[in-house]
């Protein structure tokens, strides 16, 4: 147990460690501690056990032949050299595996109207990238060998690369099933009232936002084994993903094997961000592939085609309107939003705009607010989601703030505290209907602006201009909603303690690098007064656990942790109950400590774990009359709508106005995810956010030329930030405890929802002095440079 | 295609295989050898997720032929840590500044610190943030490797 050196001593007297009911802080024996995780010893030594680790008996490879034009007919594909090549036992193209698909290939939460989507291209192909044929071989080696001699003719046709074009675009169209490139559309349109707004507050800004497309990157790539015996009838899957009962529910709606014959197991993950939260196309065609042949079959996607082919974000375009009042009270806002959804989108890509504009007014009290928010086809790779799918809000909303503080000329840090919603206004109903409670975002940002030295920088900043130095400090404040409904609000846990005393727990959920099962083990161990050594973890393998949505919207904290607890609760009433009548004691006088139940006060009297797990399963007649045997739990919890954790991300940067570099000088984090399970971990997925917001303001840009080829298909040209390029983060924590059981709330998305806004606002705050009106990303050298010179 | 006989030692341990003049060294080691514990996130050279130690020296086995390691000492994460189960000092500060999440780019930094605190035991900041940027995390941000890294130096010290 570590005490983190960059956790920032408790900051401002403003800052409560405890809620707003004023109850103590959580802080327990072992939850709210740095406990070291139970997984790192076997990562550590190589010892983990990820997909591509696992070799079945027989188990053929995969490679995908894939399309390298953005838009073209497929005039000719022949095989038959392939086919005949040395190892290769099939080649599979659309004629041979789509007509195997037996049900939607569509995950389980799409749009009601989702576009078309096969198994691999038939007759056109919509991107590069799109899958057209499936070479099954020996090793993969051979398969790639292969793939290069099936020949395939396109006649290509124009594309449609980018997003505004496509809206306008008639004569070009993606789909050629549908009528236009419109995947999905809201709007709330201005009414009189708003109108009236508009046209009399004393400040009304237009502002766009430009999001680049940048992408999830996990540095496990996907992959699935996947394996059909006919004669059993069983199908299981080996998978890279979050969510594994939801790929068995997909297995089996593609398949047509039903779900009790399919067994998904899921073993390490390497990381996921969003991109594995659904069954993709790609994994669909080798589990199709595999049912189809009744052979092991084996894919383990590379790096350029995670690139290229599995899933991109962002790629967004935020036009707001914002009106206030002479002392910048936020009156009324209209935004105007467009995303790129490319060629398959999955998963609700028009439902992140669904997100942008609810959550638009974040921390904000904004009385009026009108929305159209627009989501369109183009020959593109798929969007899906990634970390904080809807963060355009905040960075649309934060940079727009800034503009509007200037132009009223007060500080933006200022115009903030004009509008944030104080603690005695929640619960707070957002324009867009939604209630906001048990949030803190005045407190966060009076703790990020006390830990940066607000004041201190700004005079500072002076004097840096001084000498023809640009710094500038850029804030990003928000709200993090953690959906609770549909299927992501229910989650179960399951609790054996076994013979021995020690305990066993199932989970739905699994883990893909968050640390469940050291969060889990705290909990448990928590309340059953062990040591989390005293708990083992299963998740991932669908045979086992009960059924459960995946990780995803930050749900796991909130919701599994829920879970967790209130089953842990439920085993510690019926342990105490057999210790209570084996001790002759009341239940209400007992408590656990060390595997030991013991009357409060009188140690001698006490029973140990073991004993009441014994006699729980091998004596029932010592039980309490009328007690059913055994010590097993097995509970769901049913989450509220919504849950909201919230922080403010403040860092300051120097620009180098001749290179146009950015140097991070110092990045803070003041976050409130209610109570902490872990700092260690609530702070390395904050900070894993935040270098994933840098890199994408920075560093990271995946370009598509005019024509639809892709040009950053390596780590080479698509750049993630290095150790040697972020800065050291530094933490303050607020916590307010969720209504939820246990006051946990969700982590895993916002630093990459505040960060993005946090640097291009500190970028733009220094090139402020230098005329530099507005700023778009990526903020590569060259581009600011541009903006400079452009200023001049 | 044909296969060529290697020799080398693999953590200590003398081993004889076979393989094509093309396979990768990575591929060598976890397919023929079983070694699974070096990861490859982008078999171009640039992560370093795949990195082992070649007579001592940090590479990318993703980059190598195995015929390449013919007559060299090749060690990878499996043999860093002692055989008793417990960890590398370095392991150990890893674990203790929770320098890891998903696991997946972990042993290749484990690997390359080994040998980067071999040649540099007492590294300034900036050397250690230099020494680890040929390895890519995407979990992280780097905060608790870096905090690993001083650790596992003062430790050595």
Same mark, same amino acid.
């Given at each position: *147990?570590?005490?983190?050196?960059?956790?920032?001593?408790?900051?401002?007297?403003?800052?409560?460690?405890?809620?707003?009911?004023?109850?103590?802080?959580?802080?327990?024996?072992?939850?709210?501690?740095?406990?070291?995780?139970?997984?790192?010893?076997?990562?550590? &030594?190589?010892?983990?056990?990820?997909?591509?680790?696992?070799?079945?008996?027989?188990?053929?490879?995969?490679?995908?032949?894939?399309?390298?034009?953005?838009?073209?007919?497929?005039?000719?594909?022949?095989?038959?050299?392939?086919?005949?090549?040395?190892?290769?036992?099939?080649?599979?193209?659309?004629?041979?595996?789509?007509?195997?698909?037996?049900?939607?290939?569509?995950?389980?939460?799409?749009?009601?109207?989702?576009?078309?989507?096969?198994?691999?291209?038939?007759?056109?192909?919509?991107?590069?990238?799109?899958?057209?044929?499936?070479?099954?071989?020996?090793?993969?080696?051979?398969?790639?060998?292969?793939?290069?001699?099936?020949?395939?003719?396109?006649? &290509?046709?124009?594309?449609?690369?980018?997003?505004?074009?496509?809206?306008?675009?008639?004569?070009? $169209?993606?789909?050629?099933?549908?009528?236009?490139?419109?995947?999905?559309? *809201?709007?709330?349109?201005?009414?009189?009232?708003?109108?009236?707004?508009?046209?009399?507050?004393?400040?009304?800004?237009?502002?766009?936002?430009?999001?680049?497309?940048?992408?999830?990157?996990?540095?496990?790539?996907?992959?699935?084994?996947?394996? #059909?015996?006919?004669?059993?009838?069983?199908?299981?899957?080996?998978?890279?993903?979050?969510?594994?009962?939801?790929?068995?529910?997909?297995?089996?709606?593609?398949?047509?094997?039903?779900?009790?014959?399919?067994?998904?197991?899921?073993?390490?993950?390497?990381?996921?961000?969003?991109?594995?939260?659904?069954?993709?196309?790609?994994?669909?065609?080798?589990?199709?592939?595999?049912?189809?042949?009744?052979?092991?079959?084996?894919?383990?996607?590379?790096?350029?085609?995670?690139?290229?082919?599995? &899933?991109?974000?962002?790629?967004?375009?935020?036009?707001?309107?914002? !009106?206030?009042?002479?002392?910048?009270?936020?009156?009324?806002?209209?935004?105007?939003?467009?995303?790129?959804?490319?060629?398959?989108?999955?998963?609700?890509?028009?439902?992140?705009?669904?997100?942008?504009?609810?959550?638009?007014?974040?921390?904000?009290?904004? @009385?009026?607010?009108?929305?159209?928010?627009?989501?369109?086809?183009?020959?593109?790779?798929?969007?899906?989601?990634?970390?904080?799918? #809807?963060?355009?809000?905040?960075?649309?909303?934060?940079?727009?703030?800034?503009?509007?503080?200037?132009?009223?000329?007060?500080?933006?840090?200022?115009?903030?505290?004009?509008?944030?919603?104080?603690?005695?206004?929640?619960?707070?109903?957002?324009?867009?209907?939604?209630?906001?409670?048990?949030?803190?975002?005045?407190?966060?940002?009076?703790?990020?602006?006390?830990?940066?030295?607000?004041?201190?920088?700004?005079?500072?900043?002076?004097?840096?201009?001084?000498?023809?130095?640009?710094?500038?400090?850029?804030?990003?404040?928000?709200?993090?909603?953690?959906?609770?409904?549909?299927?992501?609000?229910?989650?179960?846990?399951?609790?054996?303690?076994?013979?021995?005393?020690?305990?066993?727990?199932?989970?739905?959920?699994?883990?893909?690098?968050?640390?469940?099962?050291?969060?889990?083990?705290?909990?448990?161990?928590?309340?059953?007064?062990?040591?989390?050594?005293?708990?083992?973890?299963?998740?991932?393998?669908?045979?086992?656990?009960?059924?459960?949505?995946?990780?995803?919207?930050?749900?796991?904290? @909130?919701?599994?942790?829920?879970?967790?607890?209130?089953?842990?609760?439920?085993?510690?009433?019926?342990?105490?109950?057999?210790?209570?009548?084996?001790?002759?004691?009341?239940?209400?006088?007992?408590?656990?400590?060390?595997?030991?139940?013991?009357? /409060?006060?009188?140690?001698?009297?006490?029973?140990?774990?073991?004993?009441?797990?014994?006699? /729980?399963?091998?004596?029932?007649?010592?039980?309490?009359?009328?007690?059913?045997?055994?010590?097993?739990?097995?509970?769901?919890?049913?989450?509220? @709508?919504?849950?909201?954790?919230?922080?403010?991300?403040?860092?300051?940067?120097?620009?180098?106005?001749?290179?146009?570099?950015?140097?991070?000088?110092?990045? $803070?984090?003041?976050?409130?995810?209610?109570?902490?399970?872990?700092?260690?971990?609530?702070?390395?997925?904050?900070?894993?956010?935040?270098?994933?917001?840098?890199?994408?303001?920075?560093?990271?840009?995946?370009?598509?030329?005019?024509?639809?080829?892709?040009?950053?298909?390596?780590?080479?040209?698509?750049?993630? @930030?290095?150790?040697?390029? $972020?800065?050291?983060?530094?933490?303050?924590?607020?916590?307010?405890?969720? *209504?939820?059981?246990?006051?946990?709330?969700?982590?895993?998305?916002?630093?990459?929802?505040?960060?993005?806004?946090?640097?291009?606002?500190?970028?733009?705050? !220094?090139?402020? !002095?230098?005329?530099?009106?507005?700023?778009?990303?990526?903020?590569?050298?060259?581009?600011?440079?541009?903006?400079?010179?452009?200023?001049? | 295609?044909?296969?060529?006989?290697?020799?080398?030692?693999?953590?200590?341990?003398?081993?004889?295989?076979?393989?094509?003049?093309?396979?990768?060294?990575?591929?060598?080691?976890?397919?023929?050898?079983?070694?699974?514990?070096?990861?490859?996130?982008?078999?171009?050279?640039?992560?370093?997720?795949?990195?082992?130690?070649?007579?001592?020296?940090?590479?990318?086995?993703?980059?190598?032929?195995?015929?390449?390691?013919?007559?060299?000492?090749?060690?990878?994460?499996?043999?860093? +840590?002692?055989?008793?189960?417990?960890? +590398?000092?370095?392991?150990?500060?890893?674990?203790?500044?929770?320098?890891?999440?998903?696991?997946?780019?972990?042993?290749?930094?484990?690997?390359?610190?080994?040998?980067?605190?071999?040649?540099?035991?007492?590294?300034?900041?900036?050397?250690?943030?230099?020494?680890?940027?040929?390895?890519?995390?995407?979990?992280?941000?780097?905060?608790?490797?870096?905090?690993?890294?001083?650790?596992?130096?003062?430790?050595?010290?």
């Amino acid at each position: *147990m570590t005490e983190s050196p960059q956790r920032a001593a408790p900051s401002a007297p403003a800052a409560p460690a405890t809620g707003a009911t004023g109850a103590p802080s959580a802080i327990g024996r072992l939850v709210g501690q740095r406990v070291r995780r139970k997984e790192d010893p076997r990562l550590l &030594t190589g010892h983990g056990r990820y997909l591509d680790d696992v070799v079945l008996p027989g188990m053929l490879h995969a490679h995908f032949l894939r399309s390298d034009v953005a838009r073209a007919r497929i005039t000719r594909i022949d095989t038959t050299a392939a086919r005949a090549a040395e190892g290769v036992v099939a080649v599979l193209t659309a004629a041979d595996l789509n007509p195997h698909l037996v049900g939607d290939m569509h995950g389980t939460l799409s749009p009601d109207n989702p576009g078309p989507l096969l198994p691999l291209a038939e007759h056109d192909v919509r991107h590069v990238g799109d899958p057209v044929a499936l070479i099954v071989a020996s090793n993969r080696y051979l398969a790639e060998d292969a793939a290069e001699l099936v020949e395939v003719e396109y006649e &290509t046709l124009p594309p449609v690369v980018d997003m505004e074009q496509a809206l306008s675009s008639d004569d070009i $169209v993606v789909h050629a099933e549908l009528s236009d490139n419109l995947c999905s559309r *809201m709007e709330e349109p201005i009414d009189d009232e708003l109108r009236r707004i508009f046209d009399t507050a004393p400040y009304v800004i237009t502002e766009t936002v430009l999001q680049h497309r940048y992408l999830p990157v996990p540095m496990e790539t996907r992959g699935v084994i996947a394996v #059909w015996d006919r004669h059993t009838g069983q199908l299981e899957i080996r998978i890279s993903t979050q969510s594994p009962h939801d790929v068995r529910t997909t297995a089996g709606r593609i398949t047509g094997v039903p779900e009790h014959q399919i067994r998904v197991i899921m073993g390490d993950v390497g990381g996921g961000f969003g991109q594995k939260a659904y069954v993709a196309r790609d994994e669909q065609v080798v589990i199709l592939a595999a049912h189809k042949l009744g052979r092991a079959v084996k894919w383990v996607e590379d790096r350029h085609e995670n690139l290229v082919a599995a &899933t991109h974000s962002r790629t967004e375009r935020v036009t707001v309107t914002l !009106a206030a009042d002479e002392s910048g009270q936020l009156l009324g806002a209209h935004i105007d939003h467009l995303d790129d959804a490319g060629a398959y989108p999955v998963m609700g890509s028009g439902g992140a705009g669904a997100f942008v504009v609810m959550m638009f007014s974040g921390p904000y009290r904004l @009385p009026k607010l009108a929305y159209r928010t627009t989501s369109v086809y183009t020959n593109t790779c798929t969007r899906a989601p990634y970390r904080g799918p #809807w963060q355009a809000e905040t960075l649309a909303r934060e940079q727009v703030m800034d503009v509007l503080a200037h132009r009223i000329g007060i500080d933006p840090v200022e115009l903030r505290r004009r509008n944030v919603v104080h603690r005695s206004e929640l619960p707070y109903t957002m324009p867009g209907g939604m209630p906001i409670a048990e949030v803190s975002p005045e407190e966060t940002l009076d703790q990020a602006m006390t830990m940066i030295d607000h004041p201190g920088f700004r005079v500072e900043q002076a004097r840096a201009l001084d000498t023809g130095r640009c710094l500038g400090l850029g804030i990003g404040l928000y709200i993090e909603p953690q959906p609770g409904m549909g299927p992501y609000g229910s989650e179960p846990a399951q609790i054996r303690m076994q013979p021995d005393g020690h305990v066993a727990v199932y989970l739905g959920s699994g883990s893909h690098g968050q640390g469940l099962e050291t969060t889990t083990a705290q909990i448990v161990a928590e309340h059953l007064g062990i040591e989390p050594e005293d708990v083992s973890v299963h998740q991932g393998d669908t045979d086992a656990t009960p059924y459960a949505f995946g990780t995803g919207g930050s749900r796991s904290g @909130p919701i599994l942790g829920a879970a967790v607890r209130q089953t842990a609760l439920v085993a510690r009433e019926k342990i105490l109950a057999i210790a209570a009548h084996l001790l002759e004691a009341s239940p209400d006088d007992l408590d656990i400590d060390g595997g030991v139940i013991a009357v /409060a006060g009188t140690p001698a009297i006490s029973v140990s774990l073991a004993q009441v797990a014994m006699t /729980a399963y091998l004596n029932p007649a010592g039980l309490p009359p009328g007690m059913d045997a055994g010590l097993d739990f097995s509970s769901r919890y049913q989450a509220p @709508p919504f849950m909201f954790s919230n922080a403010c991300h403040a860092c300051t940067v120097e620009v180098d106005p001749v290179t146009g570099t950015v140097t991070i000088l110092r990045y $803070v984090v003041s976050e409130d995810c209610g109570v902490m399970i872990n700092p260690n971990i609530v702070e390395g997925q904050i900070d894993g956010g935040v270098v994933q917001g840098i890199g994408g303001v920075l560093y990271e840009h995946f370009v598509y030329d005019g024509d639809g080829n892709p040009l950053t298909t390596t780590f080479l040209d698509y750049l993630l @930030p290095t150790a040697a390029e $972020v800065p050291e983060i530094e933490h303050g924590h607020i916590e307010t405890p969720a *209504m939820t059981p246990g006051g946990y709330k969700g982590v895993g998305e916002g630093g990459a929802i505040g960060a993005p806004a946090a640097v291009v606002n500190a970028v733009a705050d !220094a090139l402020r !002095a230098l005329g530099v009106e507005s700023l778009s990303q990526p903020l590569g050298p060259a581009r600011i440079v541009a903006a400079i010179e452009a200023a001049r | 295609m044909d296969e060529i006989d290697i020799r080398l030692s693999v953590n200590g341990e003398p081993v004889h295989g076979r393989a094509e003049a093309r396979k990768t060294l990575a591929d060598f080691l976890r397919e023929d050898g079983g070694l699974t514990g070096t990861h490859l996130a982008c078999e171009h050279g640039v992560c370093g997720a795949c990195t082992v130690l070649l007579d001592g020296e940090a590479v990318r086995s993703c980059l190598l032929f195995a015929v390449q390691a013919e007559g060299s000492e090749v060690t990878t994460v499996e043999g860093l +840590s002692p055989p008793d189960g417990t960890l +590398s000092p370095v392991q150990e500060a890893f674990w203790e500044n929770h320098g890891l999440q998903c696991g997946f780019c972990t042993p290749g930094f484990v690997v390359s610190v080994t040998a980067f605190l071999r040649r540099n035991p007492d590294p300034t900041d900036e050397e250690i943030r230099e020494g680890l940027s040929g390895n890519l995390c995407r979990c992280t941000g780097y905060q608790g490797i870096v905090r690993a890294v001083r650790a596992a130096a003062r430790a050595s010290a």
